[in-house]
């Protein structure tokens, strides 16, 4: 790998880690609010990063970024009053890493909804290309940080730590 490529994929894998922690801290799998950072069906944050690749896959990535603008929606109440329901706030991480590598210039989500499906068919493989290269640390960083959560806050009260 040349040092580009390993810079790239490093920024790649130290991001989707920040964006990880700051999904799972603002739409938990389990909420005591019942589904109010949740999607239609109730998804949470982790459910939906698991499913982006396949989606983009089957359905190309402008059509799963206008799938997630069409859901997502201001939240009314709640701890995440104000802000964008948890696929708003995942197509806005996805526009925020795909902007800071220069395959779009958005600066909302309807904008970024426009940006990608207006792209050129090679700068639309290669957009996807970025974005599931992405998502692959997004989904393990979710995963993980998920898992030692639900390892750490056992049903007997014990932290998980030795």
Known sequence: MTNQRLETERTRAKTAYQYAEDGLKAYPERSSEGDSGGGANGEKYKSIV????????NNS????VAFHFS???KVEKGPNAGDYNV?????DQLRLW???????SSTTIPDFARDVVALSP??????????LAFLTWLRRFTDGL??????????DGSTGES
């Open 122 to 131: 090679a700068d639309s493989r290669a957009a996807t290309n970025e974005a």
């Open 50 to 57: 698991n499913k982006l690749p396949a989606r983009i896959l």
């Open 71 to 73: 859901k997502s929606k």
């Open 146 to 155: 998920s898992s030692q959560s639900n390892h750490n806050s056992g049903s």
């Open 61 to 64: 990535l402008g059509g799963t």
């Open 87 to 91: 696929h708003g706030y995942i197509c």
């Open 98 to 104: 795909l902007h800071d590598q220069g395959y779009v």
